[in-house]
């Protein structure tokens, strides 16, 4: 069983930045992607962004593109969201998911970690 660990959360001011990691304690085969979702308070959990671990290809939800990067170290088996000019709608617990590409979406499936907070005042 792949165990995710996740840092980085915490407190900033609106218009900052802050960088989550993700590191895999066990292989990401090629046919996997790396990423994640966010769940605000009183808000279900919520696609963020996707790194496609074969393709080396990502995806953003709509409203962090431009603001928030996702990208990996390979030799890690880490993935880091460097997030940008951060808003008070970004305030959420940040949950890393390692899955099949096929089926990374869904959140009944794949590899999850603890979940860091991200905070972010006015």
């Known amino acids: 069983q792949v165990q995710l660990v996740e840092s980085g959360g915490g407190l900033v001011q609106a218009g900052g930045s802050l960088r989550l990691s993700c590191a895999a304690s066990g292989r990401v085969f090629s046919n996997y992607a790396m990423g994640w979702f966010r769940q605000a308070p009183g808000k279900e959990r919520e696609f963020v962004a996707v790194?496609?671990?074969?393709?080396?290809?990502?995806s953003y939800a709509d409203s962090v593109k431009g603001r928030f990067t996702i990208s990996r170290d390979n030799a890690k088996n880490t993935v880091y969201l460097q997030m940008n000019s951060l808003e008070p709608e970004d305030t959420a617990v940040y949950y890393c998911k390692l899955g099949d590409v096929s089926t990374w979406r869904s959140q009944d499936s794949g590899s999850w970690g603890q979940g860091t907070r991200v905070t972010v005042s006015a």
């Open positions: 790194f496609n671990w074969r393709f080396g290809s990502t």
